[in-house]
């Protein structure tokens, strides 16, 4: 097979699921600055419809930020930190003893990989909280400048943890594939 | 007698001036348990680099990150249920929550990052 369960695993956790949040959170982020107070600008406000949709994006990207970060956990890390076995030399089929066996190549994991464990659990719960307000509070969230203020404010720092966890995610494993 | 109302800081404003069907205490109390929990996240790192208390790994090939993680997440989901149990039918000062749940989330957060529980 050309390309193992593993290997599709993480392709499906960073490109996948990652880039479906990342693309999801960037559109976010653009559709509260293009609708900004039409009292400033020549912008119309929203509609119920237009509401909704916001909601159902945040949904999504919420949900594509757990599966990403469930799978990571679950699937993918348990592969990245197999502990090679006793008298094994070649250690590039266990990347973090391969990472951690060169100085050179150690910071992927001491830095990297240890960023990446916990970080995306933060951007998942922040995420989530921004879908329950985007949900229920449809009109609000449009009418309310503060809590537009504070949602552009969480959007801001879910998508620049995941794009962090991400390029963390991109150097690792191209040094040191999950195969 | 004190009431459960006079002990949570808020400044009332009726829901409809502001502009929504709800009060703002439900939309309050999601984004301040999402920063607690970003707190436990961070706590929890900290409290396993110091050898203080290690989460109990749940699933073994994750190994601990598999009980850190969910001990978090159990955090954050009792704490969005508990505030959203006593706001979500009040309008609240929402500022200072605003500004608390981005405190929290920023200190869980450095929390999680090697140089700084390297430090210990």
Do not use: C
């Not at chain 2, 749940?58 to 006593?86: D, E, K, M, Q």
């Amino acid at each position: 097979m050309l390309f193992s369960f593993d290997s599709l695993a993480t392709m499906f956790h960073g490109i996948a699921a990652g880039g479906m949040a990342l693309m999801g959170l960037f559109a976010a982020l653009f559709w509260l600055y293009a609708t900004r107070s039409a009292e400033n600008d020549d912008v119309r406000p929203p509609g119920a419809a237009s509401h909704q949709a916001f909601a159902v994006l945040m949904v999504l990207v919420a949900v594509a930020l757990w599966v990403t970060v469930l799978g990571g956990t679950y699937i993918v890390f348990p592969t990245y930190r197999t502990p090679p076995p006793e008298g094994v030399v070649a250690l590039v089929d266990y990347p973090r003893a391969y990472l951690l066996s060169d100085a050179g190549t150690a910071w992927l994991h001491a830095f990297a990989m240890e960023s990446k464990e916990h970080m995306p659990w933060i951007a998942s719960m922040l995420a989530t909280s921004v879908a329950f307000v985007a949900t229920r509070e449809r009109r609000r969230l449009w009418a309310d400048r503060g809590m537009r203020s504070m949602t552009v404010a969480v959007l801001a720092v879910v998508f620049g943890l995941v794009s962090f966890v991400a390029l963390m995610g991109v150097l690792v494993n191209k040094v040191a594939p999950v195969q | 007698m004190a009431t459960h109302q006079e002990d949570v800081p808020r400044t009332v404003v009726a829901a409809d001036e502001a502009g929504g069907a709800h009060a703002n205490g439900g939309a309050l109390a999601a984004f301040l348990g999402a920063g607690i929990g970003s707190l436990a996240m961070g706590a929890f790192v900290v409290l396993n680099e110091a050898g203080i208390f290690a989460a109990p790994s749940f699933y073994g090939p994750t190994g601990g990150l598999s009980g850190r993680s969910t001990l978090a997440v159990v955090v954050w989901v009792v704490a969005w249920i508990w505030l959203h149990r006593r706001w979500r039918s009040r309008e609240l000062e929402a500022r200072t929550v605003y500004v608390a749940t981005l405190v929290l989330a920023a200190l869980g957060l450095l929390a999680t990052l090697p140089p700084v529980w390297g430090l210990l």
